[in-house]
């Protein structure tokens, strides 16, 4: 946890310090169980993540998230059964930038 935090005020300090570079939080809605049935569980998961722009039109992002979950099952239905689980997740995004003469921006990409 140590590590995590130095790298996080470590990249906090390079956002400021360069320009371009940019560090945060998102939330994304990542799929978590899958059965054959096609039933399909979903969590809501914060990912940090870490934005350069490659040139004044082009922005790269980097994304990484963690999760760990316990819960224990109706004990009425199947027993006592603790499940226990975590998941890690990586992505990366680029988002190509279309000024606006109105001093707005437009940008699309894919995660």
Do not use: H
């Amino acid at each position: 946890m140590k590590r995590v935090f130095l790298l996080v005020c470590l990249l906090a300090f390079a956002g400021t310090a360069f320009a371009g570079f940019s560090i945060g939080f998102n939330s994304v809605e990542v799929p978590w169980y899958v059965e054959g049935d096609g039933y399909l569980a979903t969590e809501d998961m914060y990912l940090l993540r870490v934005g350069a722009m490659a040139s004044p039109d082009f922005r790269i992002e980097g994304y990484l998230g963690y999760a760990k979950e316990t819960f224990e099952t109706d004990p009425m239905q199947t027993g006592t059964v603790d499940v226990t689980g975590s998941g890690m997740v990586f992505g990366a995004g680029a988002y190509y930038i279309i000024p606006n003469p109105a001093n707005t921006q437009l940008s699309t990409g894919a995660k």
